[in-house]
């Protein structure tokens, strides 16, 4: 039955107030665990000491602070200590030398101290520019962890604004289902309305099964980073007032850590250390000069006849060995040929490195002042799309709209909502992200966003 649209009035309309309940009934188990969530710095503090990655570069870091003192070794004395003891049986066809057996022990006590050895104090040069290698790998790390942890917690919290979205919508098109079913059968709407509605309603629900699986693989991701199950991150409170990006200059960013960023001391470190292998290249034709000193106690046999026993000898000496190369068949003009060509390589890097970093962080910042303009005009797109929502339910109301009007109305409603969260928790991240593209991110610059969250 096809009737006017003037004549088309439903018997029972729904209105803004039951799409606000639907909304909060959607919304309410997932704020009713906000006083036992836990907030984002207490998180990171659990993936700190459980996280593999992180766990891995600080057992790395510890290592090479081990092995820097192994090379400081080659400039501190050695010692030794040595015994020996042999037992021998003599036959001698002289009636004049009786046979006999013999037992000689002795015990040595050596060491020795570098005085000049080039090669060993620039092992020890390149040790301690190594742990500032590692220390800056351990940074890096930390920083990659800081993001992880913080993209897995709003990672949760989008998906679980995502899924409460849809229950939502499910909620509000359910409603409109019913009530255009109820005009069907009053005769003041066509079985269009009812249909479009069903559609609408099968599709959300679709929605809302991957949503929800989408939910639980965001949490097993948070769970296996923390170390914990079952982990709650506390929403944002509203309403939501993103920080301010200071300073407001992508050359400030840029010259920000210019000589600390993690990346660039690497690779200048690097160099340093091709530098330090040119050197040492060289000086394979240096002499070495070592203080060397020995004591001595034997005990044997005296050997001069006609006297016979066992006689004890106490020796000590002191000196100085020197050695110089003269030829080693030309393997150190040529590894100095090889050093020059790694340390054009390092000083390239270098280069680089720095490259990298102007250009990775001029890439961010420009993502965060993006997101910052995103979240303005989806803020305005939420407040036009619930305008909208309500002429095109009152136009439905009046006759002059049709069912999926109203349905497009809500689901432009609720996807709005839904992006515009998404836009806020990728404008945290990428305050974060331009941090650790300058090489300047800590874990305090959680505290900001820290204070956003819900308590």
């Known amino acids: 039955m096809n009737a006017a649209p003037s004549a088309r009035r439903p018997a029972t309309r729904p209105t803004l107030r039951h799409l606000a309940w639907a909304a909060v009934l959607a919304l ?12 984002l710095i207490e998180l990171y503090e659990a ?25 400081r070794a080659g400039l501190l004395p050695q010692a030794g200590l040595g015994a020996a003891a042999n037992w ?39 040790a301690i520019l190594g742990t500032d290698i590692a220390r800056a790998r351990l940074v890096q790390a930390e ?31 359910a409603e409109q289902l019913a009530s255009a079913k109820r005009n ?22 679709a929605r809302e099964i991957a949503a929800a699986n989408d939910l639980r693989v965001k949490q097993l991701t948070l769970d296996q980073l923390v170390g914990r199950s079952a982990v709650s991150p506390r929403p944002l409170a509203a309403p939501v007032a993103l920080p301010e990006l200071q300073p407001a200059d992508p050359q400030a960013w840029v010259d920000r850590t210019v000589d600390t960023h993690p990346a660039i001391l690497q690779a200048t470190r690097n160099l340093d250390i091709a530098q330090l292998e040119t ?24 050997t001069t006849l006609p006297v016979t026993g066992n006689v004890r000898t106490n020796t000590a000496s002191v000196g100085v060995q020197f050695n110089l190369p003269l030829f080693a068949g030309f393997a150190v003009q040529n590894r100095i040929k090889e050093t020059l060509a790694l340390e054009d390589k390092a000083r ?47 136009g439905y109301q009046v006759g002059v709209r049709i069912n999926i009007d109203v349905l497009n109305a809500q689901s432009q409603l609720f996807q709005t909502k839904r992006d515009l969260a998404q836009a806020r928790y990728n404008v945290l991240l990428g305050n974060l992200r331009l941090r650790q593209a300058s090489g300047s991110l800590l874990p305090q610059d959680l505290l900001p966003i820290d204070a956003l969250l819900v308590r």
């Open 88 to 126: 021998a049986r003599r036959e001698v066809n002289n009636f004049s030398a009786p046979d006999g057996n013999s037992n000689n022990q002795s015990a040595t006590l050596s060491a020795s101290q570098p005085l000049y050895r080039p090669i060993n104090k620039l092992n020890n040069d390149q």
């Open 279 to 302: 050197r040492k290249a060289e000086a394979g034709h240096k002499p070495t000069l070592d203080l060397v000193g020995q004591y001595q106690v034997a005990k044997g046999p005296i």
């Open 47 to 71: 993936a700190r000491g459980f996280d593999a990655t992180y766990l891995s570069a600080r057992s790395q870091y510890d290592a090479s602070l081990a092995q820097a003192a192994q090379a």
């Open 184 to 205: 069907f059968e009053v005769g003041t709407t066509t079985v269009t309305d009812s249909r479009e509605a069903q559609a609408q309603y099968d599709l959300v629900v």
């Open 348 to 394: 390239t890097d270098l280069e680089a490195a720095r490259r990298n970093v102007d250009l990775a962080t001029r890439s961010a910042y420009l993502g965060v002042v993006s997101g910052q303009g995103q979240v303005k005009a989806l803020e305005a797109a939420e407040a036009s799309s619930q305008s909208a929502l309500d002429a095109n339910r009152l």
């Open 28 to 39: 309410g188990p997932f704020f009713a665990t906000g006083a036992q969530a836990q907030s």
């Open 143 to 173: 920083q990659d962890l800081i993001v992880r942890s913080s993209q897995a917690y709003f990672d949760v919290l989008a998906a679980q604004d995502t899924l409460a979205f849809v229950q939502a919508q499910k909620s509000a098109v």
